[in-house]
């Protein structure tokens, strides 16, 4: 069975979460691209333990007392896609990969079209740093959640100026 809630953080804004037994399934900005609505059945729980202690972390993160990110995640993708998934949770907090970098990490060198697509599809944002990868030259590259909220990110975790 999966649950959702909606959250509203300073930082952050609105926040979709979603989880089922196995763990966090989706966190949507409000706004986002490929934003995932919870599925028929699916139950509004907003006191839900995993809800509060994601809810706690991202206010952590935002005040810059969490680096990493101690949540359980439950990825349903393709193959590519969650191994993809699982290489921008092991990119650092601070630190970037291009899309080419983040390619060969999963083992699939010249892929970096499809390995970005991957990461344009992350089900849970902000936890899964998909905020971390940038262009080949550098430059801020795509984000579903829109570029100034990857600024703030990368802002948030000293990689760019503050805004």
Same mark, same amino acid.
Request: net charge negative.
């Given at each position: 069975?999966? $649950?959702?809630?909606? $959250?509203?953080?300073?930082?952050? =804004?609105?926040?979709? &979460? $979603?989880?089922?037994?196995? =763990? @966090?399934?989706?966190?949507? @900005? ?14 509004? #729980?907003?006191?839900? *333990? @995993? ?5 706690? %972390?991202? #206010? ?7 680096? #990493?990110? #101690? +949540?359980? /995640? ?6 590519? %896609? ?5 290489? @921008? ?12 970098? +983040? *390619? ?14 991957? /990461? ?14 940038? =262009?080949?030259?550098?430059? &801020? ?10 600024? %703030? +990110?990368?802002?948030?975790?000293? /990689? +760019?100026?503050?805004?």
């Amino acid at each position: 069975m999966t $649950i959702h809630t909606t $959250i509203t953080t300073e930082a952050f =804004g609105e926040l979709q &979460l $979603i989880a089922g037994d196995d =763990g @966090l399934r989706g966190l949507h @900005l409000a706004g986002q691209k490929h934003f995932v609505e919870a599925s028929e059945g699916s139950r509004f #729980d907003p006191d839900a *333990a @995993l809800f509060r202690e994601a809810a706690r %972390q991202l #206010d952590a993160y935002a005040a810059g007392e969490l680096r #990493d990110f #101690d +949540l359980p /995640v439950a990825f349903a993708g393709t193959p590519h %896609q969650v191994a993809v998934w699982e290489g @921008l949770r092991a990119i650092p907090f601070g630190e970037t990969l291009t899309y080419g970098e +983040l *390619a060969e990490r999963v083992g699939r060198p010249g892929a970096a079209r499809a390995t970005g697509a991957a /990461v344009g599809r992350n089900p849970v944002s902000i936890i899964v740093p998909c905020h971390r990868v940038v =262009g080949a030259s550098g430059s &801020l590259t795509g984000y579903a959640g829109g570029l100034p909220r990857k600024r %703030q +990110l990368l802002a948030l975790e000293g /990689v +760019l100026a503050a805004a």
